[in-house]
């Protein structure tokens, strides 16, 4: 693929439930290397966003280009082969309570790859030293903090080298002071890995230490996406509601309200 070409591109994306409309028209951009954070209230569709540009949605018109590929285009082969350069962390990034934070970490490669399992052992301890879990490698989930249990699910995302990570509110639950550890090390793996991501978090403070572009979505619409700075200066008032976490103003919302910000400070 060309090197200037977008790594993700949505055009139009129309996606409805039923009757109901939950992305009308997105048009986003992004390219390698750089982070985009999705926020928006409950239920705006930013899980439904992510979800299609993964493929495992398809958009009702519209299209997605991944890498390259126009995802409508590809059957299920393709799609499988495109996922493969996804990382995930889900919310409830759930690791097995069955298996050390070793073997979770191995687990996609022992799963995708043909790799002999001791090479796959020594892969996913690379990925731990990353994340600076190396030396709780053979502890179980049960026996690390919830900041650790997050930073296991990154290397597990980081374990088949993806070149796009995906996280879904992946601050969830954490402090501020775990959530921006994991910040800084999600601009460290991209300084050393070049990876994209793409992240939906609700945590404003977040969204200024890590992102370059953000996309807000609210009652089923894109209200904008732009570069963070000119996201800081827009007299739009819904975005300056959402990036100063004002319980006041044209969003009725108070789970924003939990950070004062760089905005608000000014
Ligand atoms: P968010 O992640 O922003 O909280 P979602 O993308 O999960 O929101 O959901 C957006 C809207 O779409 C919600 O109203 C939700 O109920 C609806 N929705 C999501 N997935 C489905 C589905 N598979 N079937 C029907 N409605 C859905
Ligand atoms: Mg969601």
Avoid: C, W
């Avoid at 209230?41 to 949605?57: D, E, P, Q, V, Y």
């Avoid at 020594?122 to 049960?142: S, T």
């Avoid at 796009?164 to 999600?186: H, K």
């Amino acid at each position: 693929m060309d090197n200037n070409e977008p790594v993700i591109e949505v055009t139009d994306l129309v996606r409805r439930f039923g009757h109901q409309v939950v992305l009308n028209g997105v048009n986003l951009q992004i390219h390698r290397g750089e982070t985009m954070v999705i926020m928006g209230g409950s239920g705006s569709g930013k899980s439904t966003l992510l979800r299609h540009m993964i493929g495992s949605l398809q958009p009702d018109s519209g299209s997605i280009r991944l890498l390259g590929q126009e995802l409508s285009a590809l059957d299920e082969e393709g799609l499988n082969g495109i996922r493969k350069k996804f990382g995930i962390l889900f919310q409830s990034g759930a690791l097995f309570n069955s298996m050390t934070v070793a073997e979770n970490v191995a687990l996609p490669l022992r799963e995708h790859t043909l790799l002999d399992h001791n090479i796959s052992d020594f892969q996913g301890k690379i990925k731990l030293e990353l994340v600076g879990l190396r030396e709780h490698a053979d502890k179980f989930p049960a026996q690390i903090s919830g900041g650790m249990k997050k930073r296991a699910g990154l290397a597990r995302a980081l374990a088949m080298d993806p070149e796009i990570i995906l996280f879904d509110e992946p601050d969830s639950g954490l402090d501020p002071v775990r959530v921006s550890y994991l910040d800084e090390l999600v601009k460290k793996i991209q300084e050393e890995t070049g990876a994209t991501f793409l992240i939906i978090t609700h945590n404003i403070a977040s969204v200024m230490r890590t992102s370059d572009y953000i996309a807000v979505l609210y009652q089923a619409g894109l209200v904008k996406f732009a570069s963070k700075d000119e996201m800081r200066t827009t007299d739009n008032p819904l975005i300056r509601q959402f990036l100063a976490g004002r319980a006041m103003g044209p969003i009725g919302m108070d789970e924003l309200a939990e950070e004062r910000t760089e905005i608000e400070r000014e």
